[in-house]
């Protein structure tokens, strides 16, 4: 009669290696619910329908960068909203005008009559105090006047509508060739700085 010892230890070596083809090894595993639980370019929302990623955050997307303007023409942004320089005026500083490097009354200075006209669906807050002029080939800062005819656009502007505000600088016709107005507006920072470049004639 045969022993029974050889047939049991081939069947136990059968059944390790069954074992071993069956189970992955750890790190197969971790790959395969990896895989499974992230979501692709559109996930699904657990009812077998794809969803769509959101859209990008309004807010987030950079202010488009638009050209300037010359002083005979709008400055137009994409949404609807538009400033104009309807006027150029020279005045002369009263005695209770005030300047950065207090001019003389007397004094020519350069008043722009500038406009924001809103064509965009939704109400929209101007707050115009501070604008910069620049002039000549180097740049320089001209003065910012506050005199009687000087009264900046500060306030909502409804759809379809517009409001004008007056602004003054302290530069010489000599040096009118070249100037350049930086008109910020904007405090929700929703729109770039309005910008208008070229010769001022009045």
């Given at each position: 009669m045969k022993s029974p010892i050889p047939v049991l230890i081939a069947a136990l070596l059968l059944l390790t290696g069954c074992s071993e083809d069956a189970a992955p090894s750890p790190a197969v595993?971790?790959?395969?619910?990896?895989?499974?639980?992230?979501?692709?370019?559109?996930?699904?929302?657990g009812d077998g329908e794809t969803v769509d990623d959101?859209?990008?955050?309004e807010e987030d997307k950079p202010?488009?960068?638009l050209a300037p303007s010359t002083f005979e023409d709008p400055f137009v942004y994409p949404d609807g909203v538009k400033?104009?320089?309807?006027?150029?005026?020279?005045k002369r500083l009263t005695s209770s005008a005030h300047t950065d490097h207090d001019s003389k009354a007397g004094t020519p200075y350069v008043?722009?009559?500038?406009?924001?006209t809103n064509g965009t669906k939704k109400q929209i807050t101007v707050v115009g105090y501070q604008q910069v002029m620049t002039y000549g080939?180097?740049?320089?800062q001209a003065d910012?006047?506050?005199d009687e005819g000087v009264?900046?656009?500060?306030?909502?502007?409804?759809?379809g509508k517009s409001r004008t505000g007056t602004y003054g600088w302290v530069v010489a016709k000599k040096d009118r060739k070249h100037v350049q107005v930086e008109f910020d507006w904007d405090s929700d920072q929703k729109h770039e700085v309005a910008l208008f470049s070229g010769p001022l004639k009045d």
């Amino acid at each position: 009669m045969k022993s029974p010892i050889p047939v049991l230890i081939a069947a136990l070596l059968l059944l390790t290696g069954c074992s071993e083809d069956a189970a992955p090894s750890p790190a197969v595993a971790t790959s395969a619910a990896a895989t499974s639980a992230a979501p692709g370019p559109n996930a699904s929302n657990g009812d077998g329908e794809t969803v769509d990623d959101p859209p990008p955050n309004e807010e987030d997307k950079p202010l488009e960068e638009l050209a300037p303007s010359t002083f005979e023409d709008p400055f137009v942004y994409p949404d609807g909203v538009k400033i104009d320089v309807v006027k150029i005026m020279t005045k002369r500083l009263t005695s209770s005008a005030h300047t950065d490097h207090d001019s003389k009354a007397g004094t020519p200075y350069v008043l722009l009559r500038i406009k924001v006209t809103n064509g965009t669906k939704k109400q929209i807050t101007v707050v115009g105090y501070q604008q910069v002029m620049t002039y000549g080939t180097n740049g320089e800062q001209a003065d910012a006047v506050q005199d009687e005819g000087v009264k900046a656009i500060d306030g909502k502007v409804l759809p379809g509508k517009s409001r004008t505000g007056t602004y003054g600088w302290v530069v010489a016709k000599k040096d009118r060739k070249h100037v350049q107005v930086e008109f910020d507006w904007d405090s929700d920072q929703k729109h770039e700085v309005a910008l208008f470049s070229g010769p001022l004639k009045d």
